[in-house]
Nanobody, 114 residues
Framework: VQLQACGGGLVQAGGSLRLSCLTS????????MAWYRQAPGKQRELVAD???????KYSDSIKGRFTISRDKAKNTVYLQMNSLKPEDTAVYYC?????????WGQGTLVTVSS
């Protein structure tokens, strides 16, 4: 199983980035997908989650600014991040789960400068 996240980078506050996570080795349509992030010195936190059926949920800190989506044909989950703030700086990880099966991607660094 592989979850390959990409799309991170350096952006100014107010800017946008789109993260992608390409999956392989799982039946993508059967898995709920999520994005987590971990800022320096902090615990990993859930950012956004999307069920296998496409229903999204968001953490309060990013609600209205980020959008999670999935493309079954491409086995890929996305995180569109708009109106970025310096406090969004973190390593972002994608995550796949189905029952007791859980997998993590390698992470992609997002740095937002003020």
């Amino acid at each position: 199983v592989q979850l390959q996240a990409c799309g991170g980078g350096l952006v100014q506050a107010g800017g946008s980035l789109r993260l992608s996570c390409l999956t392989s080795g799982i039946v993508f349509g059967n898995y709920a997908m999520a994005w987590y992030r971990q800022a320096p010195g902090k615990q990993r936190e859930l950012v956004a989650d999307i069920t296998s059926g496409g229903s999204p949920k968001y953490s309060d800190s990013i609600k209205g600014r980020f959008t999670i989506s999935r493309d079954k044909a491409k086995n890929t989950v996305y995180l569109q991040m708009n109106s970025l703030k310096p406090e969004d700086t973190a390593v972002y990880y994608c995550h796949a789960r189905r029952g007791g099966f859980k997998y993590w991607g390698q992470g992609t660094l997002v740095t937002v400068s003020s």
